[in-house]
């Protein structure tokens, strides 16, 4: 018990990993890690090369280089989801509790936007930048 | 070896094209005024051998192709992480992998020129 005029210190407690109630499937839950700075890095090493290819491309001219520069952009998205998701519950695939690997290969692709999409407000991306 | 110095190249490099002005190395400027060749960006595909010549210069950080083109994700999340560190007060590098002591230890002297550069401004 607290004397008068004592300062007690309370625990902060934090959680490196934020759970979210899907709202386009209702039921499932889903995590995903927050940003920290060690994370950063792993992000930037991960993404560096490619978002610059993808300016890159994005700048040219020919269809070739369009058509790259979205495949390109694809696998930011799955690079993305890869790092940012945790874990899912409520969710089958196949007959098998989903994995971040199981949703990026065959699950339902509005809950994967959904996450993507969380995953990036986590990161502190603009909304332009999330659209792209 | 030679990949190691290519790798503290690109480093210090990266470093030093953080303090530049990045709004004249911007790809869709440069490929739509066709500066891409005059550059030698490393991303144009089948890019043939051309005599070398230096592209940009910074506080001795010198190079022969655009350098935004050559910057890596390895040369750009070692910087981040390096900043993490100074932010962390410089926390004991013996706990650190040696590819990330050596190439902190590489930042660190590029630091000291830049803030010597600016001192002298």
Redesign the interface.
Same mark, same amino acid.
């Given at each position: 018990m607290a004397q008068e005029g004592e300062v007690v210190l309370k625990e902060m407690r934090y959680e490196s990993v934020r759970t979210v109630e899907s709202a386009v499937m209702p039921g499932v839950r889903f995590r995903i890690r927050k940003m920290s700075l060690e994370r950063r890095v792993e992000l930037t090493r991960r993404l560096g090369e490619l978002l610059k290819r993808i300016e890159y491309l994005e700048a040219g001219r020919e269809p070739g280089e369009r058509i790259a520069a979205a495949e390109a952009a694809s696998e930011v998205e799955r690079i993305h989801l890869e790092w940012g998701l945790e874990g899912i519950e409520g969710l089958e695939i196949d007959g098998k509790p989903a994995t971040a690997e199981t949703l990026i290969a065959a699950g339902p692709e509005a809950l994967s936007r959904e996450i993507l999409q969380a995953i990036r407000a986590e990161c502190g991306l603009s909304e332009a930048e999330r659209k792209n | 070896m030679r990949a190691e110095r290519g790798r503290t190249k690109k480093l210090i490099l990266a470093f030093h094209f953080q303090f530049a002005d990045q709004a004249g190395w !911007?790809? &869709?400027e440069? *490929? *739509?005024s066709g500066l891409e060749e005059k550059r030698r960006?490393a +991303?144009r595909p089948g890019a043939e051998p051309e005599p070398s010549r230096v592209v940009w210069v910074r506080n001795g950080a010198v190079a022969e192709r655009c350098p !935004? =083109?050559l910057?890596?994700?390895? =040369? +750009? @999340?070692l910087i &981040? @992480?390096y900043c @993490?560190w100074k +932010?962390?007060g410089g926390g004991d590098y013996r706990d650190m992998p040696v590819r990330e002591v050596e190439a902190f230890w590489v930042l660190e002297q590029e630091l000291r020129k830049e803030m010597e550069r600016r001192g002298d401004e």
């Open positions: - | !911007k790809c &869709e440069c *490929r *739509r960006c +991303l !935004k =083109s910057i890596t994700g390895e =040369s +750009l @999340a &981040e @992480a @993490a +932010l962390n």
